[in-house]
């Protein structure tokens, strides 16, 4: 007969006279995660997550990302503008598509101080300091941030990285105004965009006020009238796109798909409003703003 497995041993406490009683050992606790010094950049983005993910990736793929595999391009053939995916060629296997493929907006790419990229417009020359360094020494600090950007077809991002004067070491982004002043033309005349320390606009806006001549008011209900007309054309998109997945699996294409039988979700999940944070995220314009902006210019 197999003898019955007793009780473990409680552990005990062994108390000596004199000696102060034993305190018992406190649970040591984990140190709040830390994300990676980019990462943390990455999460400080205002913009939606979706598109923090898509620029992120893009900038892997371009070798610009810190770590990165280095691309090569022949000729140094590659453009700083960068443009969402087509939605409706993307493949979803079973799932009916994701909104936030319809809600990315495009960026341009602003780092003068990549080689890689900018660097036969830099020529060799040094880019100043924005203290003013007699001998500046001006390298990256930093993936940078994103802007968002006015423009008359919609709303894009200016992503410009981080600077640091290895003289002085003094800090700052690539877009600040005070530093664009002291950059030669050919670097201000590539930027699509005017830029104050507070607000920003395209220049095909300011270029559309002055060849019409319409009034800031008027301009800016043009704008905002475009803006919702994009909105709504990329809803619209979203919805033909999951009517279409829909239409297959009805066989209305005469061969029915199976995956509705994969699938758990049965309707397109929301959209969201325009000035949803994490969703479309579009941006108001007023008349004072247009004002400020060609004041400014």
Request: aromatic share 10%; net charge neutral.
């Amino acid at each position: 007969m197999p003898e019955k497995t007793g009780s473990l041993p409680t552990e005990t406490t062994v108390t000596v006279p004199g000696q102060p009683s034993p305190q018992p050992s406190s649970v040591p606790t984990c140190p709040p995660l830390q994300l990676p010094r980019y990462d943390q950049d990455v999460s400080q983005w205002n913009c939606s997550q979706q598109q923090r993910i898509w620029m992120k990736t893009e900038l892997e793929s371009m070798g610009l990302w810190p770590g990165s595999i280095p691309v090569s391009n022949p000729m140094k053939m590659v453009s700083l503008w960068r443009f969402p995916p087509q939605p409706e060629l993307i493949d979803s296997i079973s799932d009916l598509q994701s909104p936030k493929y319809f809600q990315l907006h495009p960026f341009f790419i602003w780092k003068p101080d990549n080689d890689n990229l900018m660097g036969r417009l830099r020529n060799n020359d040094t880019l100043p300091c924005i203290e003013g360094c007699v001998q500046p020494q001006v390298v990256f600090a930093g993936i940078g941030r994103p802007r968002v950007i006015v423009g008359i077809a919609g709303q894009y991002y200016l992503l410009s990285s981080r600077l640091c004067c290895k003289v002085c070491r003094k800090r700052w982004y690539a877009d600040n105004p005070l530093w664009l002043e002291n950059l030669p033309k050919r670097f201000t005349n590539l930027l699509p965009a005017i830029l104050t320390y507070k607000k920003a606009i395209c220049k095909s806006v300011m270029d559309e006020l002055k060849r019409t001549g319409n009034s800031p008011t008027d301009m800016a209900n043009q704008i905002m009238e475009m803006m919702h007309l994009k909105y709504e054309r990329g809803n619209l998109a979203y919805l033909l796109s999951c009517q279409n997945i829909l239409d297959g699996e009805a066989g209305k294409y005469d061969q029915r798909t199976i995956t509705q039988f994969i699938r758990q979700e049965t309707k397109p999940a929301p959209f969201g409003e325009y000035g949803e944070s994490d969703g479309w995220n579009g941006i108001s314009v007023s008349a004072h703003y247009l004002t400020d902006c060609l004041l400014h210019e």
